[in-house]
T-cell receptor, first 113, second 113 residues
Framework: AQTVTQSQPEMSVQEAETVTLSCTYD???????LFWYKQPPSRQMILVIR??????QNATENRFSVNFQKAAKSFSLKISDSQLGDTAMYFC??????????FGAGTRLTVKP | DTAVSQTPKYLVTQMGNDKSIKCEQN?????MYWYKQDSKKFLKIMFS???????INETVPNRFSPKSPDKAHLNLHINSLELGDSAVYFC????????????FGQGTRLTVV
């Protein structure tokens, strides 16, 4: 069974608008870590943002923020003021305390001018 | 069935040894990758293979060599292991090279002592 699910294979947004990418995960653990990675065409993986499950406050990194709903096991990424350079694949990842990391299949985001 | 599988999951070895990590995908994808994840969870692409041809070779030491016996396998060989090689290594696969879904293996934690 898929541990990390990204239900949106593709999304698009107009430049300067806001877009939200969805991610859900499955675990029986109480403490774990969540990540969003950006993957440009080079296939490099760039860490965008991370969240510790024990922290109730949603993580924020400049234009990127998350909506972490622990009870719902949901970890969505919000990109504000979208820029053309945000066009990429975005991967959600989940890591339990034993350090096993699991990735979603990715969401292709296109920012349109 | 696991889409992308790596073996072994854990590998502890001494400096100077030569080791291999195996990766297999049953998705029929034509492109496979190796990533190295550091202690801060940053992922750096090491290699990419498409139809048995190396198409990305980042600045990794030549002690690392990918071997692809067929489209479903991309093994990582490491010679003369060094302490700095300790990391988690992820294999991934996709159909096509850029901007498509990618599926990741569970990672191999390499510890060099």
């Amino acid at each position: 069974a898929q541990t990390v699910t990204q239900s949106q294979p593709e999304m698009s947004v107009q430049e300067a608008e806001t877009v939200t990418l969805s991610c859900t995960y499955d675990t029986s653990e109480s403490n774990y870590y969540l990540f969003w990675y950006k993957q440009p065409p080079s296939r490099q993986m760039i860490l965008v943002i991370r969240q510790e499950a024990y922290k109730q406050q949603n993580a924020t990194e400049n234009r990127f923020s998350v909506n972490f709903q622990k009870a719902a096991k949901s970890f969505s990424l919000k990109i504000s003021d979208s820029q053309l350079g945000d066009t990429a694949m975005y991967f959600c990842a989940f890591m339990e305390e034993n350090n096993d990391m699991r990735f979603g299949a990715g969401t292709r985001l296109t920012v349109k001018p | 069935d696991t889409a992308v599988s790596q073996t072994p999951k854990y590998l502890v070895t001494q400096m100077g040894n030569d080791k291999s990590i195996k990766c297999e995908q049953n998705l029929g994808h034509d492109t496979m990758y190796w990533y190295k994840q550091d202690s801060k969870k940053f992922l750096k692409i090491m290699f990419s293979y498409n139809n048995k041809e190396l198409i990305i070779n980042e600045t990794v030491p030549n002690r690392f060599s990918p071997k692809s016996p067929d489209k479903a396998h991309l093994n990582l060989h490491i010679n003369s292991l060094e302490l700095g090689d300790s990391a988690v290594y992820f294999c991934a696969s996709s159909q096509g090279h850029s901007n498509t879904e990618a599926f990741f293996g569970q990672g191999t934690r390499l510890t060099v002592v």
